[in-house]
């Protein structure tokens, strides 16, 4: 198992007043000022099935190309879209990177149909036009959270054979496994089950043999470099999050787990400590 850095409300706190003794310190560096950005809403793409889906831009404005990350929102799979990402889209687009808040389709579509329309995001991305129309370099991450992070974990094993595969994910709390095993994981909410198999599109998860196929820790050997972050007591149980860093390891996947202490789930998560972890992490694996 990778070393797990655990986070508290504390930790997180006295991570930002050190940032701020420092940038205050004579001989440290300067804090810099956040660049200009330009965010364009109600852009779309083509989905998996060609279908015009939503997504909104956010980049800085300049004329130097930058890495792109996608991001996928959560809602357990019935709910939400893609503007719950706009404060993420804003955050990555300051810190240097072109960020797509995109829409996909949901229940009553069910799994792989999630999966085939950010796939279909990043292709889009790829296409010449968009390179030169939103000033994109070569690498292209996805960042997740709740079922968004499932989804980004299974799109980005789906692009491993790809000629230009994901860079790196980020899933704030994913569920690694969707199975009947995994329901037994930690203390999961009796209202899970429900979820999962509204996505999977089965009746009964003892009777789902897709269920297998459709968690991300079947196919952590795809995976690019990946960074987990989950909450100890949150809607879903730490215990997921630890299966799936227990079968990056195995698999020899490079990735992290940052645990942050309480029960926040998903963009909760992102406190001032743990965006600095995921820009750090971003800044190792996408240029």
């Not at 006295?14 to 956040?34: H, K, R, S």
């Not at 797509?100 to 889009?124: C, E, G, K, N």
């Not at 879903?236 to 799936?244: G, T, V, Y």
Request: glycine fraction near 8%; hydrophobic fraction near 45%; include cysteine.
């Amino acid at each position: 198992m990778t070393p797990i850095r655990r986070r508290s409300l504390a930790a997180a706190a006295l991570a930002v007043l050190a940032l701020t003794v420092t940038a205050c310190t004579p001989g440290g560096d300067a804090e810099p000022t956040a660049a200009p950005i330009v965010v364009e809403k109600d852009l779309t793409y083509p989905g998996g099935d060609g279908s015009a889906l939503g997504v909104d831009a956010c980049r800085p404005d300049d004329d130097t190309a930058h890495p792109a990350v996608v991001l996928v929102h959560g809602g357990a799979f019935s709910e939400g879209d893609r503007t719950t990402m706009a404060g993420v889209c804003s955050e990555l687009a300051k810190n240097g990177y072109a960020a797509f808040a995109v829409d996909y389709r949901q229940l009553p579509a069910t799994y792989p149909a999630q999966i085939d329309d950010v796939q279909a995001s990043v292709l889009w991305l790829r296409e010449p036009e968009q390179v030169e129309r939103f000033r994109l370099s070569s690498t292209v991450s996805l960042l997740g959270s709740s079922a968004g992070a499932i989804i980004s974990l299974s799109t980005a094993a789906a692009l491993a054979g790809n000629d230009a595969p994901v860079a790196s994910v980020v899933a704030l709390s994913p569920a690694a496994s969707l199975t009947a095993d995994a329901a037994e994981l930690g203390d999961p909410r009796p209202d899970l089950e429900k979820v999962v198999l509204g996505y999977l599109g089965c009746d009964v998860i003892t009777d789902c043999p897709i269920a297998e196929q459709a968690s991300p820790v079947a196919s952590a050997a795809l995976l690019p470099p990946t960074l987990i972050v989950h909450g100890t007591d949150e809607l879903i149980p730490l215990a997921q999050a630890e299966l799936l860093d227990d079968a990056l390891s195995t698999d020899g996947i490079e990735h992290e787990l940052v645990v942050v202490d309480g029960t926040r789930h998903g963009l909760q998560l992102l406190d001032s400590a743990v965006k600095a972890d995921v820009i750090e992490f971003l800044g190792a694996h996408a240029s």
